[in-house]
């Protein structure tokens, strides 16, 4: 029977809130850092979601999104490839509905189901951006959910799904505006939300012979905190049946919003819970899951949901949110020159060095070393190497500046030199940093981030970030 | 393999004023160097007979110095080897004298940074992938600073003192300089609380982009005593590339093996065996404070973990048993890269020959000037040793 078998998710580290200057509301919420997009907050997720798994296992990937970097050009693949994962595998993108991310853990089930994928890996982020001190501003959040849908070793069984779909244009973006916007608020939620989940709720309970008593919990969309609990009641749950909304924490993530609520169930479930994910968006889809015994003892995610949520660092001030989201342009054109595009070519022939984050061991002498060289640095044996996978390896700051000059968003930039354990030297950037922090020594691991957009083309790259997760246990021999 | 000890020597020199050059262009400032390097060796474009430009950005051939000096369709190569590239147009002429090709050459270094537009240097990457990190000369020499500092458990004030010494001797040296980029005293107090650039780097710890020409007219020492008593002979050349950078896991970021490799294969040919000692000034690539303070190390000046010492000392004062950059260094005679290695070689010229003026120095027989192109790790350097005549 397919169903998930593994789950992870991902929070950017920082959030307006309180004590962010300017900010205007108590309410706090995750912003994703200049440098963060879905494409990264899904490695993210994913690489949360894939601990200690085989991921060459994976035979099939779903992005879903509604703020997809490219219009044309497929994010999974560069997910796929950032995850480190096989080239054999089916790879699609799901985009431009709130409800993308249960769009794409469907197919992934039907996938299964059908036997045409064993393991698929489903990614879901989402950054979406109101206008400037707008509600939607406001009751947004940064984040992404990722899930491995099966059919062998599943910690919850699907237990079967209901849609609706309903042509409803009350919340849209269209190409090259970066606002969501919404038609008035009562039409939406009088005619939309709570017109369209209780009828798919409903549809569900009667097609699978379930009654609101028998859920454990429900992942359930809401566009904010008040219709959220507004929309459990009217669908007949209680409060302890309703997981908790992730509103005041982390904020609306769009299509990442029900999965990582099913994320955070999924957490907390015992054998034998039903779980339902509701999503909203152009209809609604009901998904229902059984949790098996196997929750209990399966791996769990590196963070997961709520130790994303909890790593969390206060945004000083709301210019500066401003500025990572383009509101403000900065004039830096007197300080470098602006940059040229990157050559394609040269993008495609480096994929394993710049994506996967690929080093070398020589095969004759063990070093290891990043680039990956043809002639070794340490025995100059030549062509005689086997790649080593560095995003996820922890490592140390070995030495690092402070830049004032070269970077004009994330002023100082911190230009980073990482020493791997067992063996491999990088230099880059590293964000997600508080200068007070930034040390000799310091812990640190790699986190997939995008550079720039220039011609474009959106240049991702792993930058050190101040290690987030626990250190990876070491198994004596 | 007989090395290059007392076969060339120098005849004839010339440098422009280094600085914010916005009234002359590339050719300019060449017609400014060479010029005064006629003037000075009784020679002109008619004795020339092969000749090297070096310049990293501001021409792609060696033909721009033909036409700004209208010689007469000789052999010209134009070189570029980062920052160490005067100092290699320099050793390549040299070595045409050395090996009986041609009795009299000239070599150019020039450089025109300041139409860029841009405060810091310009220089564009080729195509690539474009994923390392923006690093700046700065930042790059911020992390051997870190890392210094770290390893040698210098606290970041007593660190930012030691740097600040090194800005304010050559700042004062460049007082003394009527042809520097920056003429003024700097307090160390002023360079300590100066604007971050690179963090540790300040504002005074990086040295000025500047324009800027210099000449040198080679020739055998046969020819050079027709022509002038106090001509220079070298005395050694090293040239050292290093290829490990950052791919070594290892490389400690408080030492550039390649001004270890340059000095000693210099040293070792001009029979320099105690260089502390023996030399009796040092224009080194102070391109930033951190800079000197290594290469007083790596040059054999200073025992490892031991020049900050010897900085607060005032040994490399104009005061000092061994004066380094007289003429101001990098960080206040200025950087046009392609110009500064002939530059110093100016300054050891004219000191040897008692025309440095105020800042003249008693003992002046044996110099060197050293050159680092590139970045920690990867670096081109150039090391040269010259010495008067017997």
Known sequence: MAGIAAYGAYVPRYRLGPDT??????????????????????????????????????????????????????????????????????????????????????????????GSAKEVLVVVADSRQGPPRGETERASGDGAAAFVIAADGTIAESRGSHSITDNMLDHWRSPGDPFVRSWEDRFATEEGIERIVPDAVNGYFQRA??????????????????????????LGFTEEQTES?????????????????????????????????????????????????????????AMGLTGWVDAKQSLGNYETYARWRDVWTLDDTSRRPSAASPSVSALWREGDK??????????????????????????????????????DKAGELFTYSMDYIAGAVDTPLVVAVVDFDGGGRVLCMMTDRELEEVRVG??????????????????YYWKAIPRRTPAPVVVAA | MSGIRDRVAVVGMGCTRFGERWDASAADLMVEAAYEAYEDSGLDADDIQAAWLGTVSSFRTGQPLAEALKLDYIPITRVENACATATDAFRNACYAVAAGVYDIVLAMGVEKLKDSGFSGLAIAAGPGSDVEPPTPPP???????????????????????????????????????????FQREVSEEQIINAPMIAWPLGLYDCCGVSD??????????????????????????GLAVGAF??????????????????????????????????????????????????????????????????????????????????????????????????????????????????????????????????????????????????
Not at chain 1, 442 to 459: D, T
Request: glycine fraction near 8%.
């Open chain 1, 209 to 234: 012979g379930v009654v609101p008593s028998e859920v454990a919990k429900v992942a359930l969309y809401a566009p904010d905190s008040r219709r959220h609990v507004r929309l459990a009641r009217q």
């Open chain 2, 245 to 390: 950078g950052v791919l070594r896991n290892d490389w400690d970021f408080t030492h550039f093996p390649e001004t270890v490799r340059a000095s000693q294969a210099a040293y070792e040919e001009a029979g320099i065996t105690e260089p502390r000692a023996e030399i009796d000034m040092a224009m080194v690539h102070d391109c930033f404070t951190i800079t000197e303070l290594i290469i007083m190390e790596d040059l054999g000046f200073s025992p490892r973990g031991q020049a900050s010492a010897d900085v607060a000392d005032g040994a490399f004062s104009l005061e000092g048993d061994l004066p380094v950059n007289t003429d101001g260094g990098l960080k206040c005679f200025g950087h046009p890269i392609g110009a500064s290695g002939i530059r110093m070689i100016y300054e050891v010229y004219k000191q040897m020959q008692g025309k440095a003026g105020g800042r003249q120095l008693q003992k002046a027989d044996l110099g060197i000037t050293h050159n680092l192109g590139g970045r920690p790790g990867s670096f081109t350097c150039s090391v040269a040793v010259f010495g008067r005549p017997d």
């Open chain 2, 139 to 181: 930042s790059q020499f911020a992390m051997a600073a870190t890392r210094y500092f770290h390893h040698y458990d210098i606290d970041y004030d007593d660190g930012k003192r030691t740097l600040a010494q090194i800005a304010s001797k050559n700042h004062h040296n460049g007082t003394l300089n009527s042809k520097a980029h």
């Open chain 1, 21 to 114: 200057a300017d900010w205007n509301s108590r309410v706090e919420r995750a912003v994703a850092n200049f440098d963060e997009d879905s494409v990264t907050m899904a490695v993210a997720a994913g690489i949360d979601c894939l601990s200690g798994r085989d991921r060459h296992a994976i035979d099939g990937i779903v992005f879903a999104s509604t703020t997809a970097p490219y219009a044309e050009k497929q994010c999974a693949s560069i997910v796929a490839a950032a995850l480190d994962l096989r080239q054999d595998i089916f790879a699609t993108d799901v985009s431009n509905v709130l409800r993308a991310g249960t769009n794409a853990i469907k197919s992934a089930l039907d996938a299964v189901s059908a």
């Open chain 1, 245 to 301: 909304s992730m509103f005041g924490t982390v904020g609306n993530s769009g299509a990442a919003f029900v999965p990582m609520l099913l994320v955070s169930a999924l957490e907390s479930a015992s054998p034998g819970d039903l779980l339902l994910a509701v999503s909203y968006g152009d209809g609604s889809d009901v998904l229902g899951f059984e949790a098996t015994a196997a929750i209990m003892t399966a791996q769990r995610p």
């Open chain 1, 442 to 459: 310091m812990p640190v691991e790699m986190s997939f981030r995008k550079l720039r957009v220039v011609n474009g083309i959106h240049n």
């Open chain 1, 354 to 391: 710049n994506v996967r984050l690929y080093g070398a061991r020589c095969r004759a002498c063990g070093y290891v070393q990043y680039p990956a060289q043809r002639v070794c640095v340490e025995c100059r044996a030549r062509d005689d190497h086997e790649p080593v996978r560095l995003s």
């Open chain 2, 212 to 237: 800027g020409a210099a000449a040198a007219i080679i020739t055998t020492p046969e020819i050079a005593r027709t022509l002038r008593d106090d001509y220079i002979l070298v005395k050694g050349l």
